[in-house]
């Protein structure tokens, strides 16, 4: 599976961004997909997951802001970002994950887009 994400960019405080994952093929359904973000020096994080069932979870500092969705019939994966905060400066990756045994391995992995918010 290939991912490609598009969407990051510069916004105030208070603004939204809604970043986009288009994935090469229709097997991704099959998949987890979530969103990560990194900041240089620091470990990547998870901020928003969603299962092959629809089932959705985010990051503490994300929930009530940040909206993760997939179209099937478009094989993309969105991330609504409202309210931005500076501290959600930070670049974004998309990724896809399949069970192997009782792990969760996101082994494939878009090339980032960056979101910079300013005060």
């Known amino acids: 599976v290939q991912l490609v994400e598009s969407g990051g960019g510069s916004v105030q405080a208070g603004g939204s961004l809604r970043l986009s994952c288009v994935a090469s093929e229709y097997r991704y359904r099959r998949y987890w997909m979530g969103w990560f973000r990194q900041v240089p020096g620091k470990p990547r994080e998870g901020v928003a997951l969603?299962?092959?069932?629809?089932?959705?979870n985010y990051t503490d500092s994300v929930k009530g802001r940040f909206s993760i969705s997939s179209d099937n019939v478009n094989n993309a994966l969105y991330l609504q970002m409202n309210s931005l905060k500076p501290e959600d400066t930070a670049m974004y990756y998309c990724?896809?994950?399949?069970?192997?045994?009782?792990?969760?391995?996101?082994?494939?992995w878009g090339q980032g887009t960056q979101v910079t918010v300013s005060s």
């Open positions: 969603i299962s092959s069932e629809g089932n959705k």
């Open positions: 990724a896809a994950a399949r069970w192997i045994g009782t792990c969760l391995n996101f082994g494939y």
